[in-house]
């Protein structure tokens, strides 16, 4: 089974500053997807950023980025230029590829909490 | 945007009691899911349901949970007799296929069982 590491409760950012948050992951699979979700106070979890493993670039999404290490299994996502409303709960997560109906669930890691000081 | 909705979003049952937590997916989406987090802790899988049949479930997916899709638009979970540990926050999540897409999430019910 997969498991999904966050080894940080909590972080705090300068407003403007950058911000890395980590994750690692374990797997026996070559083929798989990683996810970064934010999750504002009583809000839904929304997709930030997503990485197919067999693509050996890093995906970026405006002010986010990953640093993907495969053979590591680390994941980490970082955010530059971090603005107030970036203050949420930030999981990452894990989905193995499957061309089937079942095992496409998503495992998460067990959250970072980001504060964002203005 | 679509979104996927979920209700209620707080629910408060005596222990024993079933409860039915809804959920709305996105209309073109095939694959549904439920979460749950309790608190502090990870947010773990408990079932996906595709083609109007569950296509995986985890262990903690008992025989006093069940899922159903029974109007072609709304999504729920019933927990027959619910204990203290149910205690939670319920997520629904739809995804419109299994080919690189993303999980859309609902907001959550939180569950509390007295």
């Known amino acids: 089974a997969q498991t999904v590491t966050q080894s940080q409760p909590e972080m705090s950012v300068q407003e403007a500053e950058t911000v890395t948050l980590s994750c690692t992951y374990d797997t026996s699979e070559s083929d798989y997807y990683l996810f970064w979700y934010k999750q504002p106070p009583s809000r839904q979890m929304i997709l930030v950023i997503r990485?197919?493993?067999?693509?050996?670039q890093n995906a970026t999404e405006n002010r986010f980025s990953v640093n993907f290490q495969k053979a590591a299994k680390s994941f980490s996502l970082k955010i530059s230029d971090s603005q107030l409303g970036d203050a949420a709960m930030y999981f990452c997560a894990y989905r193995s590829f499957r061309i089937n109906n079942a095992g496409n669930m998503l495992t998460f890691g067990g959250g970072t909490r980001l504060m964002v000081k203005p | 945007e679509p979104e996927v909705t979920q209700t209620p979003s707080h629910q408060v049952t005596q222990m024993g009691q079933e409860v039915i937590l809804r959920c709305v997916p996105i209309s073109n989406h095939l694959y549904f899911y439920w979460y749950r987090q309790i608190l502090g802790q990870k947010v773990e899988f408990l079932v996906s349901?595709?083609?109007?049949?569950?296509?995986?479930k985890s262990e903690i997916f008992d025989d006093q949970f069940s899922v159903e899709r029974p109007d072609g638009s709304n999504f729920t979970l019933k927990i027959r007799s619910t204990k203290l540990e149910d205690s939670a926050m319920y997520f629904c999540?739809?995804?419109?296929?299994?080919?690189?897409?993303?999980?859309?999430f609902g907001q959550g019910t939180r569950l509390t069982v007295v």
């Open positions: 349901f595709y083609n109007n049949e569950i296509s995986e």
């Open positions: 990485q197919e493993a067999y693509k050996q």
């Open positions: 999540a739809s995804m419109k296929d299994i080919w690189n897409t993303e999980a859309f």
